[in-house]
């Protein structure tokens, strides 16, 4: 590797530490990846891309269980293959992680990877503990920091000592349980209880306030009939205020009562993994929840310290970190390059999945933004009747006044697939009379967002199909 070059080191190898890598490359600076385990990070190892698998193969089987056609189609229930499902599920996984992780390393030699935990010395220096026991100073010109964040486990009396399941567990597990106990009440917890209630387990959730409770109360509210009605059982303003385990038997003692399962999954949100990078010796502050607190141009409160990722203070999503990581290069390397959240989108795969972009009204309020706003219920979507699957609504927030598009929140079958022409929307500064002015296709479900946009001055209802 040529010495001459700007040396830039990153530690992580997720998908923020990658796009790093790979964009401070192209533009002339050499690279020093570290890595303390698996390459790839959380989202195609152990996150997205099985989680995503694990849940498409749930619906599967859910269709073949019952559908809303089974009065034409008959249903026969599944037999259920765990280990085969096992498997493929992994088999993609190193899959992909070799295509776009460990295949673009061997084929970058700019790119030098070091395995080992790595912590600061100073501003400008790591030491990096290798997998042998011996120890390496690495020195910087520019330092990212990537290193993801891991699954909070809340202080339940008990709890550490019994072999719960974090997400980690819950996606290798060697078999369906028949009955799961989930703690939590947000995406990770929500999406791993109902794939697992459709591959077989009896499944209760036990949530501390409701689902989603973040987010507009009607998100939470739909969700909620939508898993009670495949039998999944929620509990809401429930905790546990002691977990036990024996003969194989979990024993969770509840403000609700006692609830008992084969296995307990974990899933109360994620910390970032900076505990054991000894930061301060750096200058780099972190925020109460041990964040790096970052700018929207990835700099840290150290020079020369730049982070990005689920172990930044920005929101933990491998789009976001993946659109951080070169912009961190490029500020890095001389250049200028900022990161906008303003429309940033989410998707939570449930079924029917939940997707928002922008702000609710909760948080337009307290921006100090008077707002105007309209619900669709998914019987006035005609690909929803098509479907038979009318579950969920479309929510669309204006500016008061000038009805400028402030937020759009989704909660459909689709939802994912229809929240980014929400999102260009945002990004244009469209009114609801732009959005219900464009050509839609019809019998999609994002036709859903133009007829949203309509009930700002008409009903839907009086319309015929197709109609502007």
């Given amino acids: 590797m040529n010495s001459t070059k700007l040396h830039i080191v990153i530690i992580g190898s997720g998908g923020a530490a990658m796009a790093c890598a790979l964009k401070a490359v192209e533009r002339g600076a050499r690279v020093t990846l570290i890595e303390r385990g698996v390459i790839g990070g959380t989202c195609v190892n152990i996150g997205c891309v099985p989680s995503k698998i694990m849940i498409r193969a749930a619906h599967i089987a859910h269709l073949r269980t019952g559908s809303p056609f089974d009065g034409g ?66 020195s910087f010109d520019r330092c990212l920091v990537a290193t993801g964040a891991s699954a909070t486990i809340p202080p339940v009396r008990g709890l550490k000592d019994t072999p719960y399941w974090s997400s980690t567990e819950a996606l290798v597990s060697p078999a369906i349980p028949p009955r799961l106990a989930v703690i939590g009440s947000s995406v990770v917890a929500l999406e791993l209880a109902q794939a697992f209630a459709r591959l077989g387990s009896k ?29 999944i059982a929620v509990l809401e303003d429930t905790q546990a205020s002691e977990v036990s385990y024996a003969n194989g038997e979990f024993f969770l003692v ?22 054991n990078l000894e930061l301060e010796k750096a200058g780099v502050k972190l925020d109460r929840q041990g964040n790096i607190v970052v700018d929207d141009h990835m700099r840290s409160s150290a020079p020369n310290i730049y982070a990005a ?33 303003t429309a940033m989108p989410t998707v939570v795969f449930t079924d029917p999945q939940v997707a928002t972009v922008g702000l609710s009204e909760a948080e337009a309020h307290a921006h100090g933004i008077e707002t105007v706003s309209r619900t669709l219920a998914l019987d006035n979507v005609p690909r929803a009747l098509a479907n038979f699957d009318t579950r969920g609504f479309i929510k669309i927030i204006a500016e008061a006044g000038s009805l400028r598009l402030l937020g759009v929140q989704a909660v459909a079958p689709e939802a994912g697939e229809l929240i980014q022409t929400a999102v260009i929307a945002l990004r244009a500064r469209m009114t609801v009379h732009d959005l219900a002015d464009q050509l839609f296709p019809y019998l999609t479900m994002v036709e859903g967002l133009k007829l949203c946009a309509q009930t700002f001055t008409k009903d839907v209802k009086q319309l015929s199909c197709c109609a502007g």
């Fill in 309 to 341: 990722g689920d172990c930044t203070d920005q929101p933990q999503f491998v789009y976001v970190a993946a659109a951080a990581g070169p912009r961190a290069a490029i500020n890095m390397t001389g250049g200028e390059a900022n990161l906008d959240l």
């Fill in 254 to 275: 509840t403000n609700s009562g006692e609830v008992r399962a084969d296995e307990l999954l974990v899933a109360t949100g994620r910390a970032s993994n900076t505990g």
């Fill in 203 to 231: 499944v209760t959730i036990l949530a501390r306030h409701t689902l989603f409770f973040r987010e507009d109360p009607a998100i939470g509210v739909a969700v909620t009939e939508a898993f009670r009605a495949e039998d």
């Fill in 73 to 138: 189609i008959s249903a026969v229930a599944p037999i259920i293959r765990r280990d085969r499902l096992l498997a493929q599920q992994q088999g993609r996984v190193d899959e992909l992680r070799h295509a776009k992780y460990e295949g673009i390393l061997e084929s970058t030699p700019d790119i030098n990877l070091l395995h080992g935990e790595a912590c600061f010395k100073d501003g400008l220096t790591l030491i990096v503990r290798k997998t042998d026991g011996s120890e390496r100073e690495v």
